[in-house]
């Protein structure tokens, strides 16, 4: 006996909503149903506003981390969708999960993976269209874990040509890396000058161009990820 297939929302369905400002959410992870969100007041993350502390910047180019991009996509849902202290529910339904993990087959959602010894330690993940790049969700098992992929995230983001990138909703750990509100309008005025053009590269075409250009150099990519954060912060 074949299980049942899991029921997904469908791929052009969640890009028109994300190009519409709108994006889907559930109460737990075992819920069936969702619900469709647009906030009043959206975090973004300025792509040149990166707050790159000393601290981080030595960590990234040191790199204690591996980093990769898509190596991992349904590891990385499944450990931001994980319990963690304080937060024993999750938003991210098993409905989502299999949804976005269609949406990267499609090629339009995209992880960024830390590794340790060759255990995954930290990333995140997200939405992709255009020149828009809208971050889900993030997690940590190793200290500082998490900033190190969103550092990565942001200088693929500016080579690949991204304009915007969303973090949805504002938290202490956002604002402290340069995330700023925004209301729905501004937003939404942003999102459609964002969503005119094609980036010049996806994130992971922008993550394999940074791997070539630090060959040949006898550079680290580390070091060139800390060098572009520190020169613009």
């Not at 909703?169 to 402290?176: D, Q």
Request: charged residues 25%; contains cysteine; glycine residues 6%.
């Amino acid at each position: 006996m074949h299980a049942p297939a899991q029921r997904i929302i469908p791929s052009e369905l969640l890009l028109t909503a994300y190009r519409s400002g709108i994006f889907p959410m559930s109460d737990s992870r075992e819920d069936e149903e969702l619900y469709w969100v647009e906030p009043r007041e959206r975090a973004i993350l300025p792509l040149d506003g990166f707050r790159c502390s000393r601290s981080l910047a030595k960590l990234i180019r040191q790199e204690r981390f591996q980093v990769t991009c898509d190596k991992a996509f349904g590891a990385v849902i499944d450990a931001c969708a994980a319990p963690r202290p304080g937060h024993p529910e999750t938003w991210i339904s098993h409905v989502i999960s299999a949804s976005y993990r269609a949406l990267h087959d499609n090629g339009h959602a995209h992880s960024i993976e830390c590794w340790q010894d060759g255990e995954l330690v930290g990333g995140l993940y997200g939405v992709s269209f255009e020149r828009v790049f809208c971050g889900e969700s993030m997690f940590s098992r190793r200290p500082n874990a998490s900033k190190v992929a969103l550092a990565w995230l942001v200088v693929l983001m500016r080579r690949a040509g991204f304009r915007i990138l969303d973090c949805q909703f504002m938290t202490e750990h956002l604002a402290s890396l340069g995330a700023v509100d925004i209301s729905r309008e501004r937003y939404l005025e942003m999102l459609t000058r964002a969503i005119s053009a094609d980036s010049r590269l996806t994130l992971p075409q922008a993550y394999s161009e940074l791997l070539e250009e630090a060959a040949p150099a006898s550079s680290s990519p580390g070091k060139l990820i800390a060098q572009s954060l520190t020169q613009t912060s």
